[in-house]
């Protein structure tokens, strides 16, 4: 298998050079000094790859954690829009109520206008 890392090349026809010459102590150095620098780019490889992606879900949490903050204050904004109409629907006819005097018409609006109050718009509590 041909290699094109120059270093590896080197390396190679170095051990080579050392087997043909009979010097297998030398052949067996320079191999384990190749190896170990091959190891030594692969971790730094590995490491600079991990930081990457440590950064890459760092962002992302960031990312994450700011639209989850426009969320909830999106929902307590809209809570908040809609509850202040009910409200004030919900003052005015408890002030109707107890403005209605006896006869049949006032009774229907004291009954229409207390299910308001009372939180019922179609008759049921809504609990």
């Known amino acids: 298998m041909e290699t094109k890392v120059p270093q590896i090349d080197a390396a190679r026809l170095q051990i080579q050079a050392h087997l043909r010459s009979g010097q297998r102590a030398e052949a067996m150095q320079v191999f384990n000094t190749e190896i170990y620098r091959q190891l030594e780019l692969f971790e730094e490889a590995a490491i600079r790859k991990l930081r990457e992606r440590s950064e890459a879900l760092v962002a992302s949490n960031d990312r994450l954690r700011s639209v989850d903050a426009s969320r909830a204050n ?33 009774g229907v609006m004291r009954h229409a206008l207390g299910d308001i109050v009372q939180g019922r718009l179609d008759g049921t509590a809504d609990r």
């Open 74 to 106: 999106f929902f307590t904004d809209i809570s908040h829009e809609l509850r202040t109409p009910l409200t004030i629907l919900r003052g005015q006819a408890e002030m109707a109520t107890r403005a209605a005097d006896a006869d049949a018409d006032a």
